[in-house]
T-cell receptor, first 114, second 110 residues
Framework: AQSVTQPDIHITVSEGASLELRCNYS??????LFWYVQSPGQGLQLLLK??????LVQGIKGFEAEFKRSQSSFNLRKPSVHWSDAAEYFC????????????FGSGTRLSIRP | NAGVTQTPKFQVLKTGQSMTLQCAQD?????MYWYRQDPGMGLRLIYY???????DKGEVPNGYNVSRLNKREFSLRLESAAPSQTSVYFC?????????FGQGTRLTVV
């Protein structure tokens, strides 16, 4: 079955430290891959996406993600986090066709330690 | 540019009551979605519509119905609300490269 796994439910990092959020997927083919961020009480905002080509993609707010086909992973990274990065982060995948649908992981809540 | 608009933002229902959540997008997208978000479970797809006039079940369709009224609007109906349907509901539309989300509807069923 198609699935997206985010193994870390909650991560706390110190402000200025580096960050990596993990995402693994299970699909028959390489899907389209996304990372979304949700601030408290808000909808979801797209951080970055991967369709093809360069496996290291840059997104907004200084985030990047690397697609590794051999590991079926699409981990999100940021070199130095800011207090405003505290939010919930969702990895998502889609197989676009005539009936496309987007499947989300369960999310990772990021807290920032001052 | 409003994007995806959901109404209402908050709602409290009694068990057994019915209601319709409204969603409209002004981006001329073909695909629209309804998700529910529960703690620790991410967003689970309830129904989606790949184009006007078509709808398909997602992961958790039981207890819900949908209508794709036209290209802009995609409504979600609870015919007989149950406490298990207490959740935050998100509507989204998609242009095949990015999904855009509404601000959500927080529904409580007592």
């Amino acid at each position: 079955a198609q699935s997206v796994t985010q193994p870390d439910i909650h991560i706390t990092v110190s402000e200025g430290a580096s960050l990596e959020l993990r995402c693994n997927y299970s699909y028959g083919a390489t899907p389209y891959l996304f990372w979304y961020v949700q601030s408290p009480g808000q909808g979801l905002q797209l951080l970055l996406k991967y369709f093809s080509g360069d496996t290291l993609v840059q997104g907004i707010k200084g985030f990047e993600a690397e697609f590794k086909r051999s590991q079926s992973s699409f981990n999100l990274r940021k070199p130095s986090v800011h207090w405003s990065d505290a939010a919930e982060y969702f990895c998502a995948v889609a197989l676009y066709s005539s009936a496309s649908k987007i499947i989300f992981g369960s999310g990772t809540r990021l807290s920032i330690r001052p | 540019n409003a994007g995806v608009t959901q109404t209402p933002k908050f709602q409290v229902l009694k068990t057994g009551q019915s209601m319709t959540l409204q969603c409209a997008q002004d981006m001329n997208h073909n695909s629209m979605y309804w998700y529910r978000q529960d703690p620790g479970m991410g967003l689970r797809l309830i129904y989606y519509s790949a184009s006007e006039g078509t709808t398909d079940k997602g992961e958790v369709p039981n207890g819900y119905n949908v209508s794709r009224l036209n290209k802009r609007e995609f409504s979600l109906r609870l015919e007989s609300a149950a406490p298990s349907q207490t959740s935050v509901y998100f509507c989204a539309s998609d242009r095949a490269t990015e999904a855009f989300f509404g601000q959500g509807t927080r529904l409580t069923v007592v």
